[in-house]
């Protein structure tokens, strides 16, 4: 299972990498260290999510692999 990132404020749903740069095109993807690079067709497992939005200064709540911004 992969991971999904929720925007509220845009009522987006991010399931792969491209999806998230084009919504945080200012925030600096963090890459998980299980995975070699990232790639913009990639699923969200290659990014770290937890430590990308703390760098970021971004809010999150998170429920297994689902993560929800504002």
């Known amino acids: 299972m992969c991971q999904t990132v929720y925007i509220k404020s845009k009522k987006v749903e991010c399931e792969i990498v491209s999806e998230l740069k084009k919504e945080l095109p200012n925030v600096v993807l963090i890459k998980n260290e299980m995975y070699p690079q990232i790639n913009d067709g990639d699923c969200l497992c290659v990014i770290d ?20 911004i504002d």
Request: glycine share 10%; aromatic share 16%; hydrophobic share 30%.
């Open 49 to 68: 999510l937890e430590k990308t939005f703390e760098k970021a200064g971004i809010d999150y709540s998170s429920r297994g692999m689902d993560f929800e």
